[in-house]
């Protein structure tokens, strides 16, 4: 059942708003975007539309994020075998945690004479 809301605007013509059925980023599955919650945004001013229905949204906030595929590699710098949490690109250098670790501390200042 569709629903339309009629927002006057002083100065403007009065917006329309009406359900519309939008698809989830997440699951694909079709959800409706009901005149209310258009308002609610209108009222926001909120410029983009939702991306995810109630279901995933609600998933989100319990923290049930997307695992990330673990990929077996073997460390540039000492050469042990590792994993790392991205597919990685040729031609790129695939550090170990203890060599990625090293290599993004600064170096210790020489003690001045």
Do not use: W
Not at 50 to 71: I, L
Not at 95 to 102: E, T, V
């Amino acid at each position: 059942m569709a629903y339309s809301v009629a927002f006057p605007v002083p100065g403007k013509p009065a917006m329309d708003f009406t359900d519309r059925i939008l698809k989830c980023t997440d699951c694909g599955a079709d959800f409706v975007f009901t005149a209310g919650e258009q308002l609610f945004f209108h009222d926001k001013q909120f410029k983009n539309d939702p991306k995810h229905c109630k279901q995933c949204k609600a998933k989100r906030a319990r923290g049930n994020f997307r695992v990330r595929p673990e990929t077996r590699t073997t460390c540039s710098e000492c050469g042990t075998d590792t994993t790392v949490p991205f597919k990685p690109t040729q031609g790129r250098p695939v550090l170990c945690r203890s060599c990625f670790q090293r290599a993004a501390r600064p170096p210790a200042a020489a003690p001045p004479a």
